[in-house]
């Protein structure tokens, strides 16, 4: 089992930045791979960005390329999402996930969530 536990949610002006993290405690984190994803109200739940258990590979969404950065520190067994330029279509709770298979894109492939953290950015 792997608990994740997502804080750094708030509320911020558009063009702000924010700083995610999720923390990770039971099994061995550095195994796993771990990806960020957002869900909006009445709206699906989407990938946002992913990381290689050792964080050499990177992978994120269109829509969030060049402004997000997500990276990990598994020696705090923590993975950020650095979030800037922020739109108020990034508004959304954001999960952190984890996984043994890649750093895949889709939902299905992760095997242990977070409970979200709401992120929410103002016009």
């Known amino acids: 089992q792997v608990q994740l536990v997502e804080s750094g949610g708030g509320l911020v002006q558009a063009g702000g930045s924010l700083r995610l993290s999720c923390a990770a405690s039971?099994?061995?984190?550095?195994?796993?791979?771990s990806g960020w994803f957002r869900q909006a109200p009445g709206k699906e739940r989407e990938f946002v960005a992913a990381?290689?258990?050792?964080?050499?590979?990177?992978y994120y969404a269109d829509s969030v390329k060049g402004r997000f950065t997500i990276s990990r520190d598994n020696a705090k067994n923590t993975v950020y999402l650095q979030m800037n330029s922020l739109k108020p279509e990034d508004t959304a709770v954001y999960y952190c996930?984890?996984?043994?298979?890649?750093?895949?894109?889709?939902?299905?492939?992760?095997?242990?969530w977070g409970q979200g953290t709401q992120v929410t950015v103002s016009s």
């Open positions: 990381i290689n258990w050792s964080g050499t590979n990177t």
């Open positions: 996930a984890a996984t043994l298979t890649g750093f895949p894109d889709a939902a299905y492939e992760y095997d242990y």
């Open positions: 039971g099994r061995t984190f550095s195994n796993y791979a």
